[in-house]
């Protein structure tokens, strides 16, 4: 089917919304379209056996026998209908519209049922008909061909995709977070496969699917679709987990039309409701919503987090609350069968921000260290911009993998296929542009042999893959001090401070008496902390006044009197140089060089009395990529910008005349 195909259709069944205006909010016409074309579909599926199921279902009706089953095996899909009603039966008898549509849908199997109950159908029928639009809405889907010899179930998931890319944007709502472009889920179906040929040919083998966000279900069809391709004897199971209500009952009537479970579509949210628990799948996808907070479900994270430690799924660490990505990361790794039981592969499609953000030590920067020191990061590819509905900001692949072949144990592969992109006709939200299919072979044929042609100069995509050892994204924070040096001073200011201390208050009745000793030194300098304070204490205790004693009044003199100057005293505490903290600074060292080497080669020959204060270093792990793949390009000349510049000048010249003559 082509686009303009499956967009006709799309287009006859958003064609109800002219019905609805008026009576129904735009942000609720999905409300309406979706579940009637779900139940269009599924009417359309169950088309060729509807007769044998109503006839089996007759006579089963005075028996004690469970009928679904039987229904089931009748209907030869996961669903059926008992009723031998229709939509277009339904248009027969228009006052009875309403009856008849509701006991039609009484009549499904229970998780068709469930289905529709996720759009609250029956309610928007009732609702339809007392508007008086039922029949007309029923009259416009009774005639939308959907039959699966025509639609098949790829194509029908592009319809949906594009009901629900309309219906998110009446509503405001993101539809990135519904679907992914059909090509960004090819590509990432062939790099996830992509060395696994010889697992996939394998006879009788089954392998299982898991897509954690699974919105309408698409890459666990296009993973589906690509492993049947390999290999038509392979059995598949795919599995699903969706918060979304709407694209979750898509994704569930889509299992049901072709013949799996579809109790595999686990509705909920992932990280407080985890559905498969005992599940461990051979490959992974998903795409998770960019920058989404998980603060409805902080207490259960945390609590897992801090219970359950590496036992749980958030043992390496928990990011800020305001992404929950390597959140879904973590969780997908915790179901990845062991290496010795075969391992997994998994392909996750993130922003940036997983890259880098977080310091050393922080959330992001543990679970970044934790995955790469475990040697479970294959690649990073990065993407262009402007493929995706919701955003026009660049995204990348992340592929793991605890079955890394020998010659890439220890390393990590870096692909910059920013590049790879033909522009659209037309934009679709922020989708401006597409991987053609020439383009999503060259970028796998590229990957499958990443390592020879990052080890080939001579390559034409040399350029484009680089290879890291693992300990290269790693790093220590050091904290590099440099000594506090002091002169000190008498101010009226450092004065104000003294007397309206606490030690003062308590010596003196009137600090006013405090005051007038000491004034006669304002404006005095002393480059020595020991000549200043006995300069004061003689002025005072030199009339027979107290002169207050202990730490911290001594401290309190001299962050009063201190002033910095890099030609003064060096101050000591315990015998040590005390660190200027308004001096401090703090360096990213790689993980592979000494610090104190660095130190000494980057720091000293600029500050000579620097020092590292090792208490305070840290380890992280960040992955720079558009630092690896950055090329310089030098400023044009001044004499080119010149010329420039007269021409243009010429230009508006010749343009004024034109207007003034």
Known sequence: MNTNKHTELANHAWSVADLLRGDYKQSDYGKVILPFTVLRRLECVLEPTRAQVAEQAAQLA??????????????????????????????ADPSHAMKNLLTYIGGFSPNAQEVLEKYEFAQQIRKLDGADLLYQVVGKFADLD????????????????????????????????????????????NLLLAPDEDKIFRPGVTLRVLDPACGTGGMLSAAEEHIT????????????????????????????????????????????????????????LANPPFGVEWKKVKEEVEWEHKNLGEAGRFGAGLPRINDGSLLFLQHMISKMKPASSGGS???????????????????????????????????????????????????????????????????VILFDARDYWQKMRKSLGDKRKLLSPGQIDEITRNYRNALAIAADPDHPAHAKVKVFANSDFGYRRITVERPLRLRFELTEEALDKLAAAAPIKKAYSDTEVFRKLLQPLVESRWSAKTDAISALKDAVVGVGEPWPTGAPFAKLLRDALGVRDPEGELQLVKGEPEPDTELRDYENVPLEQDVEDYLRCEVLPHVPEAWIDHSKTKVGYEIPFTRYFYVYTPPRSLADIDTELKALEAEIQGLLGEVTQ
């Open 229 to 284: 391709k390999m290999n038509a004897q392979a059995r598949v199971e795919v599995y699903g987990q969706e918060l979304n209500p709407e694209s979750w009952a898509i994704c569930r009537s889509d299992l049901m039309i072709k013949g799996q479970n579809p109790d595999n579509i686990v509705f909920g949210n992932t990280f407080s409701n985890p559905g498969h628990d005992e599940v461990r799948a051979d490959y992974l």
């Open 146 to 189: 959907l039959h699966p010899d025509r639609v098949s179930n790829h194509n029908m998931g592009y319809v949906f995709e594009e009901l629900i890319r309309r219906f998110a944007e009446q509503s405001n709502e993101t539809a990135g977070e519904h679907f992914t472009p059909r090509e960004v889920i090819e590509l990432m179906a």
């Open 345 to 411: 592969r998994v392909a996750i499609v993130f922003n940036g921000s997983p890259l880098f953000t977080g310091a050393a030590e922080s959330g992001e920067s543990n679970i970044r260290r934790w995955i790469i020191e475990n040697d479970l990061l294959e690649a990073v590819v990065a993407l262009p911009d402007q493929l995706f509905y919701n955003t026009g900001i660049s995204t990348y692949f992340w592929i793991l993998t605890n079955r890394k072949s020998p010659e890439q144990c220890g390393k």
């Open 62 to 91: 005075d028996t004690d026998i469970d009928p679904d089953p039987f229904l089931r095996a009748a209907a030869g899909t996961e669903f059926y209908n008992a009723t031998d009603i229709t939509l277009k039966k339904v248009l």
